[in-house]
């Protein structure tokens, strides 16, 4: 199927997201739709989808006017979406999330796709025990298995390893072939090059000429490290049924400083991640050392950051790889989402909330739902929440995911004031942090720490 968009306008309270945007999407290819962040690109994949209806303008498949007012009439027309955030249910397995809402037809479609996409994989582990990596394919699944004619993928390889990334394209490349109109959402040209037959790149809601994307600009020296206090993780480990083994990890956040960890999901970095924000510390063991204040028995399971000030006088901010539903919530407003943890300190929320937008310098208004946020958007937001009370410890998880590079030099700026001012932080990921602002580095290999 073609897919043809005409004059869709969009516009979030003061801010227009798209302006006049014309598009068109030929069956058999793969289109990447490029810009940096902001440009509009989730929002029009929105739009395909009937998650959002747009102000004005026409959607036509093989020439033919289509409306959607739902994501469900999308379907009904062959057409699919894999989000950003895998819209999967933690407490269901694979199988579950696969089989719920599917019609009984495309059942039967569900060996031959997990097949191919999660081969090895247990379809009866449950989502909450997956990486990112495997939700996101176990996500792709839900979509393929409807047998769409147009898929779209937001950000697909966000948290793929490089093998992975090609696994990927090989096999879009076979169903575009085989008559597949596949529209990939990206912040990279490289890929899109090398993976993709058109480039349509967008900027402030408008198509434009294909524009080199800016790089990452490093000016950076590192701290002497003139304060010893650290945190200290010892001996480390996890075992759980259907998921990587976590072995004796070893590393420590030093004031005024900030160290890096990372690897891949499938080497248990996910995992990590969960026990060091204590959203799952069950089956581990190891301790945690607060700079000889508190120290932590994993294995007692009472470890919380958020209460350590009452432990320790430490204060703590984390931002979560899953900034959607862990950091956030779609339908909370975006000034529900970024004053709720400060409602009883704070009288005027509202008030709290205006300084938020301004310094992230995020344009979008205080009652908008923040599903409309796009993944650099929230992100900026729920770094100055996170800021604002000046904590000692930044738990920071893939901080730069999905934005633009000018935003990516600003906060790892910030970051670096922080920890100039003292401040222990501690920076968790799979993507490209850049090395050169870290004091410290740790490399997570297949469930194994080193220190580089």
Same mark, same amino acid.
């Given at each position: 199927m073609n897919l043809r968009l005409e004059k869709i306008n969009l516009k979030y309270s003061s801010k227009i997201v798209l302006a006049d945007l014309d598009l068109y999407f030929e069956q058999g290819k793969i289109h990447a739709l490029l810009g940096e962040n902001g440009a509009g690109k989730s929002s029009t994949a929105n739009i395909i989808c009937g998650e959002i209806l747009p102000d004005s303008g026409s959607i036509f498949i093989d020439d033919k006017p289509v409306v959607f007012k739902t994501p469900a009439d999308a379907i009904n027309k062959k057409i699919s979406y894999v989000h950003q955030t895998p819209m999967l249910a933690e407490s269901l397995s694979i199988k579950e999330n696969l089989s719920v809402g599917i019609k009984k037809q495309y059942l039967k479609n569900m060996t031959a796709t997990t097949d191919i996409w999660l081969k090895n994989i247990n379809l009866n582990t449950k989502t909450k025990q997956l990486g990112s990596d495997i939700r996101f394919f176990a996500a792709l699944c839900s979509a393929l298995i409807k047998n769409p004619e147009i898929l779209i993928l937001d950000e697909p390889t966000a948290l793929?390893?490089?093998?992975? !990334?090609?696994?990927?394209?090989?096999?879009?490349?076979? /169903?575009?072939?085989?008559? /597949?109109?596949?529209?990939?959402?990206?912040?990279? /040209?490289?890929?899109?090059?090398?993976y993709c037959d058109t480039i349509t790149y967008l900027e402030n809601g408008k198509v434009c000429d294909i524009k080199e994307l800016h790089k990452i600009n490093i000016d950076y020296k590192k701290k002497k490290n003139i304060n010893s206090e650290r945190i200290i993780f010892e001996n480390i480990c996890c075992r759980k049924k259907d998921s990587i083994e976590l072995k004796n990890l070893n590393f420590f956040i030093q004031k005024g400083c900030i160290s890096l960890i990372k690897g891949l999901t499938e080497d248990g970095l996910y995992l990590l991640e969960n026990i060091i924000t204590a959203m799952d510390v069950k089956h581990c063991s190891g301790t945690i050392h607060f700079s000889n204040r508190y120290t932590v028995n994993l294995k007692?399971?009472?470890?919380?950051?958020?209460?350590?000030?009452?432990?320790?006088?430490? &204060?703590?901010?984390?931002?979560?790889?899953?900034?959607?539903?862990?950091? &956030?919530?779609?339908?909370?407003?975006?000034?529900? /989402?970024?004053?709720?943890?400060?409602?009883?300190?704070?009288?005027?929320? =509202?008030?709290?909330?205006?300084?938020?937008?301004?310094? &992230?310098?995020?344009?979008? =208004? !205080?009652?908008? !739902? =923040? !599903?409309?946020? &796009?993944?650099?958007?929230?992100?900026?937001?729920?770094?100055?929440?996170?800021?604002?009370?000046?904590?000692?410890?930044?738990?920071?998880c893939n901080p730069l995911q999905g934005l633009d590079v000018d935003s990516c030099n600003h906060i790892c700026k910030k970051i670096n004031s922080f920890a100039e001012n003292g401040a222990y932080i501690l920076v968790i990921s799979s993507g490209a942090f850049p090395s050169e602002y870290c004091d410290f580095e740790f490399k997570l290999t297949n469930g194994t720490m080193e220190q580089l």
């Open positions: 793929l390893s490089s093998l992975q !990334k090609d696994f990927l394209f090989e096999n879009l490349r076979k /169903m575009a072939d085989n008559g /597949m109109n596949i529209i990939v959402i990206t912040h990279n /040209m490289d890929e899109a090059e090398n007692k399971n009472d470890f919380n950051p958020r209460i350590l000030r009452y432990k320790t006088g430490f &204060s703590v901010g984390i931002i979560p790889t899953n900034k959607k539903f862990r950091g &956030s919530n779609p339908n909370l407003s975006v000034e529900q /989402m970024l004053s709720a943890r400060f409602i009883e300190k704070e009288k005027n929320t =509202s008030q709290l909330t205006d300084i938020f937008i301004e310094k &992230s310098k995020v344009n979008i =208004s !205080k009652t908008e !739902k =923040s !599903k409309n946020l &796009s993944g650099g958007m929230l992100q900026k937001l729920l770094l100055e929440r996170e800021l604002h009370n000046n904590p000692e410890v930044l738990i920071l």
